[in-house]
């Protein structure tokens, strides 16, 4: 079945650092994927998504960009700040199903 | 900006309890949704429902589950009989459309403690 696997946390950054957050996927056909943002305290917010391959999804200087052959979606940000600091969840949508998957979820720690 | 909203924002009951967490929905949006996060784990779907209708459920969704839209604005779910392991956050959701490429618009979640 689907699945989506992105990378351990937590990642701790310097502000202004350059962040990377893998995430893989497993689906039949051509899903869409998303990742949302959990801010401490708050609920899940959509960040940014791509519904097909090659599309580059992009917000709040966050961008991802769908891989087919490599089946990836890796969440990037070229300058980071401590309001970033939250737990980011990279998902799935597609194929047998339109009920979202989740990846475990990767906790970003940025320090002034 | 429209959101989805729940209450409780926490909750804490004893085994064998019901509970009801509600939620209102994004006014225009036509498909309702829970997910639910146990501490330390993935965010689970559990159940969609369209039209006064379920939709799709998971496994997790069994015989002491259910939800219900009472009126025109509110989606609730009941755990008739809960147990310890149905402590965890429970999401809200909804959507415009049921199709893969449409965004899913969550609220800030329940936090349900069976002790």
């Known amino acids: 079945g689907n699945s989506v696997t992105q990378m351990e946390g937590p990642v701790t950054l310097s502000e202004e650092a350059f962040l990377t957050i893998n995430c893989t996927y497993t689906?039949?056909?051509?899903?869409?994927l998303f990742w949302y943002v959990q801010y401490p305290g708050e609920g899940l917010q959509l960040l940014l998504k791509a519904t097909k391959a090659d599309d580059k999804g992009s917000n709040k200087g966050f961008e991802a960009t769908y891989r087919k052959e490599t089946t990836s979606f890796h969440l990037e940000k070229g300058s980071v700040q401590v309001s970033d600091s939250a737990v980011y969840f990279c998902?799935?949508?597609?194929?047998?199903?339109?009920?979202?998957?989740f990846g475990t979820g990767t906790l970003l720690a940025v320090q002034p | 900006e429209p959101e989805v909203t729940q209450t409780p924002s926490h909750q804490v009951t004893q085994m064998g309890q019901e509970v009801i967490l509600r939620c209102v929905p994004i006014s225009n949006h036509l498909y309702f949704y829970w997910y639910r996060q146990i501490l330390g784990q993935k965010v689970e779907f559990l159940v969609s429902?369209?039209?006064?209708?379920?939709?799709?459920k998971s496994e997790i969704f069994d015989d002491q589950f259910s939800v219900e839209r009472p009126d025109g604005s509110n989606f609730t779910l009941k755990i008739r009989s809960t147990k310890l392991e149905d402590s965890a956050m429970y999401f809200c959701a909804s959507s415009i459309l049921d199709i893969q490429g449409d965004t899913i618009y969550f609220g800030e979640g329940s936090w349900l403690t069976v002790v």
């Open positions: 998902a799935l949508r597609g194929g047998a199903t339109n009920k979202l998957i």
């Open positions: 689906a039949t056909g051509y899903p869409s």
């Open positions: 429902f369209y039209n006064n209708e379920i939709s799709e």
